[in-house]
């Protein structure tokens, strides 16, 4: 192959003067076959920018045909489908419609009117040329069914998702509704102590009032009964005061305790609101990055799929967990 390659070049660049008469002959008709393949080439493009015209334009109504189908049937002498194939490979690069016009018109609309990714792969492989009209469309439906497979997973995956996302949504309110609720009892809480602690104040200045008044009726009262009735009647009240102010002051440290818990359920709450967001874009990016693996290496995107969908059933328990941990 080397040297018959090495035979061609050598005689390309020879002048024709120092040529055989049968290399003459041979260089005169691959030039002439080189030019014709220009041409339909040429012909090829021109033939579909000027059938996508007078469809687009409907030029074809100034013959007196009704529309696109009559024109291309009684003027050209083909079916509708196959002028709609010329009209069809423009969506292929110019570069690659100009060097694979031999491969037919059939053929180029299969590879033009194929999913992009699909195109990209027929474009790309060296072996579609070589392919009949009936291998590139077994090859185009293969490839598509392939494709519909693996986007049926990764729209199941989705909608697991977006149920996820739903279900924490609703959770984020309940627990945004019981915060609410947590912030109102803390409020009643925190005015409820201090009023316990105004009040004990106020029953700590009557018992010192009570007992100077005691200490100034002492005297008095050791000589007198009726006095000594009223000594012991305001040591009473006194005792009185005293156990209703230790009662208030638990009441306070019970309050205080309870605002105390209310104050760590705020921050665990701002906590999860901040993880929970974190998480959510994080299952965005998995989403968004199993999308473009895919597009290179379907194994490798199914494995994916397939670890986030164990990931998914292992939070779907750690969740009913959760549930049950909460119900409680």
């Known amino acids: 192959m080397e040297n018959t390659t090495t035979t061609y070049t050598q005689l390309v660049l020879m002048p024709e003067t120092e040529m055989t008469p049968e290399q003459l002959t041979f260089m005169q008709v691959h030039t002439e076959m080189l030019r014709a ?190 006095t000594l009735e009223e000594l012991e009647a305001a040591r009473k009240e006194r005792d009185d005061a005293v156990a209703k102010a230790k009662a208030a002051m638990a009441n306070a440290e019970n309050a205080a305790e309870e605002l105390e818990l209310y104050k760590k359920a705020g921050e665990a709450l701002a906590t999860f609101k901040s993880t929970f967001n974190q998480v959510v874009d994080l299952w965005d990016k998995l989403f968004s990055s199993i999308r473009d693996i895919k597009l290179a290496d379907r194994g490798k995107a199914e494995s994916c799929v397939n670890k986030v969908d164990q990931l998914m059933r292992d939070i779907s328990d750690d969740i009913n967990l959760l549930k049950e941990a909460v119900q409680a």
């Open 37 to 226: 393949g220009e041409r339909m080439t040429e012909c090829l493009v021109i033939l579909a920018k000027d059938m996508k015209r007078m469809r687009d334009e409907q030029l074809y109504k100034a013959a007196g045909f009704t529309d696109f189908k009559d024109y291309v049937q009684n003027a050209l002498g083909i079916k509708e489908r196959h002028a709609y194939n010329y009209i069809n490979v423009l969506d292929l690069d110019g570069d690659y419609l100009k060097a694979h016009a031999d491969m037919g018109i059939t053929k180029l609309a299969l590879i033009a009117g194929a999913a992009d990714e699909i195109r990209e792969r027929l474009i790309a492989d060296e072996e579609t040329p070589e392919l009949t009209v009936r291998q590139l469309t077994e090859k185009i439906k293969e490839q598509t069914a392939e494709i519909e497979s693996r986007q049926q997973q990764l729209d199941l995956l989705s909608g697991q998702l977006d149920a996820q996302k739903e279900q924490a949504e609703k959770d984020i309110t309940n627990l945004r509704n019981w915060k609410e609720a947590a912030d109102a009892k803390a409020q009643k809480a925190q005015e409820a102590a201090a009023a316990a602690q105004k009040r004990i104040k106020e029953l700590e200045e009557e018992a010192a009032k009570a007992k100077e008044q005691a200490a100034e009726t002492v005297e008095v009262a050791v000589d007198d009964p009726k």
